[in-house]
């Protein structure tokens, strides 16, 4: 066990590090950024909390005596109805879920239509390009649809881009250099959001409670059974919150765009 004790550490960057079990004494945390952290099973006591966002899955927080997650999720769902669609049980709630995914990112792509080309390649506070997202959810489709469901056992396009933290895995692509066009990745995506289509419009209850079939190879999911509820789950999920995502950050790609810049005056002065 290594110890820090009375030690200055301001600025230290801790990346692929494992703190599991470890131990806050009077530690200072101010302007820390935490990205992908698991923090399961943590007790805090006596901290202050001001001035904090926080994103992430919520279950079980408990905040002085308080079970924060279900007053978080009333709210979300207060905020934005659509999101109690996204947690379909039948197969006509599958196909209504999907349908309106359809039409909010419909308006979503609109919006990034007026943009400047080179700004769907734009990383904002460190988060994926507008491109980056859309070839993610191809990926996503292509891990839980046609991999997890369908048994495609590499059924990547090398457009396919899998989430940052995700091992390198042999035949799954991963290529963050590569500038393709909005509409090349969306004739894609709609290849691949059609497909999905195809397959809720012929589901069934027994279809929905069955599990897939191991799928031999690397790949992502691993090779097991899963539900193909749970599949299918995953994809309304990853359609819905990465669109706000995207949402979010266009926001501020607009701003950015839109933003008058500073003119000199006869004088010099700005």
Same mark, same amino acid.
């Given at each position: ?7 200055? @550490? ?11 079990? =470890? ?24 901290? +202050? ?62 919006? =990034? ?18 491109? +980056? ?20 056992? =590499? ?21 963050? +250099? ?9 004739? @894609? ?15 069934? +209850? ?65």
């Amino acid at each position: 066990m290594v110890e820090f004790v009375d030690q200055d @550490l301001r600025g230290s960057r801790f990346a692929g590090v494992d703190l599991s079990g =470890a131990q806050f004494r009077l530690v200072r945390l101010e302007g820390a950024d935490f990205r992908f952290v698991e923090l399961a099973d943590v007790t805090m006591r006596g901290v +202050e909390l001001v001035n904090v966002a926080i994103t992430g899955e919520i279950v079980n927080v408990t905040v002085n005596g308080v079970d924060i997650g279900p007053l978080v999720d009333a709210e979300l769902d207060r905020r934005d109805p659509g999101r109690v669609a996204m947690r379909a049980s039948a197969p006509a709630e599958f196909v209504a879920a999907w349908a309106l995914l359809d039409r909010l990112w419909a308006g979503t792509i609109e919006r =990034a239509r007026t943009l400047d080309p080179a700004l769907l390649h734009e990383s904002v506070d460190g988060e994926w390009s507008f491109i +980056e997202t859309l070839r993610h959810l191809v990926f996503a489709t292509d891990a839980w649809v046609r991999r997890g469901i369908q048994g495609d056992p =590499a059924p990547w396009d090398p457009l396919d881009l899998p989430w940052d933290q995700m091992p390198d895995t042999p035949g799954v692509p991963r290529d963050r +250099e590569v500038r393709p066009s909005m509409d090349t990745v969306l004739a @894609l995506r709609r290849d691949r959001t059609e497909g999905v289509r195809v397959l809720l419009s012929g589901l069934t +209850e027994r279809a929905l409670d069955a599990g897939t079939e191991p799928v031999e190879g690397p790949g992502w999911p691993e090779s097991r059974s899963y539900p193909v509820r749970d599949c299918l789950l995953v994809v309304l999920n990853e359609e819905f919150q990465h669109r706000l995502y995207a949402e979010r950050d266009l926001g501020l790609l607009v701003a950015r765009a839109t933003a008058p810049t500073a003119r000199s005056t006869s004088s010099g002065v700005l």
